[in-house]
């Protein structure tokens, strides 16, 4: 029987057109929507939050945008239209998730953000390490090992990503002026993207010495594009301290990693919502602690 009741929920959600996970236990009902989980570090964020949500058996519907911001107002929607009683947003884009947090306020549904923000709208909490620190610190490290005005390039994330919009200035804070940041393209925070983009960037610009990619995705992406080019001579720094990036610290193929918390993120977001639906104040933005990885 309880087989048959998961496959019905799965068969739902299929017809429904939404891709995601979901978890039912008691009366509060909580909608979590998440750029994409084809990244490490937002399957760690879902996993807190899911298991948080078991303690306090909570029903949380948790729903993957995979990137696309169209499908995330459209998930939002949805979500308002089932009357969750709040919602935790990872926005795809910072900018075009405001009218989604606003038709959340409007129907009378309060909104956490988490790793990215919101603007636009009312938010009642932002869960999130300080990516502009966590930015300063990568261009400070990276600056100590290739030296000053030596050539490096920026491998930046999602375009109008809160994430993008701080790490980069966050690392420009730190090197402009003293390094050459020869190119800033984008490879949307993926992996596959990541080593297409370093493929070019080595032909157009052979003499760059040093990466800072937004985060690890990119970076492994750019690892092996500098592998397949015999490029040892390039250090790479990347952000979010994944699994796999940490194995690349370990073995020296990419010089350090910004660490976040995504698991601990995803837990007090939980932790956030019922202090919200206790009618409890709580202050709008809780930091989460960063560290550099490295050997």
């Not at 084809?38 to 996993?47: A, G, K, Q, T, Y």
């Not at 909104?111 to 923000?117: A, E, G, K, Y």
């Not at 750019?222 to 720094?237: G, S």
Request: charged share 25%; with cysteine; proline share 2%.
């Amino acid at each position: 029987m309880k087989k048959f009741l998961s496959f019905l929920v799965v068969c739902l959600f299929m017809v429904t057109g939404l891709t995601g996970c979901f978890w039912k236990k008691g009366d509060v009902t909580i909608g979590v929507s998440i750029s994409t989980l084809n990244n490490p570090f937002f399957v760690e964020l879902r996993d807190g939050i899911k298991e948080e949500a078991e303690e306090y058996g909570y029903d949380v519907t948790v729903l993957d945008a995979q990137d696309d911001t169209a499908a995330q107002l459209d998930h939002i929607d949805d979500l308002i239209a089932k009357k969750v009683d709040i919602i935790i947003i990872n926005p795809v884009d910072s900018d075009a998730i405001a009218t989604a947090v606003e038709a959340a306020n409007d129907a009378g549904i309060p909104v956490i953000t988490v790793d990215r923000s919101a603007n636009g709208g009312e938010v009642v909490t932002h869960i999130a390490s300080d990516n502009v620190a966590g930015g300063k610190m990568a261009g400070e490290y990276l600056l100590e090992l290739v030296g000053k005005d030596a050539k490096v390039v920026e491998l930046q994330g999602v375009p109008g990503a809160s994430a993008t919009i701080d790490r980069g200035k966050g690392f420009h804070s730190a090197v402009d002026g003293k390094l050459s940041v020869v190119s800033s393209v984008t490879a949307n925070f993926n992996r596959s993207e990541g080593l297409s983009v370093m493929e070019d960037l080595l032909e157009a610009h052979p003499s760059i010495t040093g990466v800072f990619a937004h985060n690890d995705e990119m970076a492994l992406g750019a690892i092996q594009a500098l592998k397949a080019a015999n490029r040892t001579d390039v250090i790479v720094v990347g952000f979010d301290a994944t699994d796999d990036a940490k194995t690349a610290v370990t073995d020296g193929t990419m010089a350090a990693t910004v660490a976040q918390q995504p698991k601990l993120m995803g837990t007090l977001s939980i932790e956030y919502a019922k202090k919200i639906l206790d009618d409890k104040e709580v202050d709008e933005s809780i930091p989460v602690d960063l560290t550099l990885v490295k050997k």
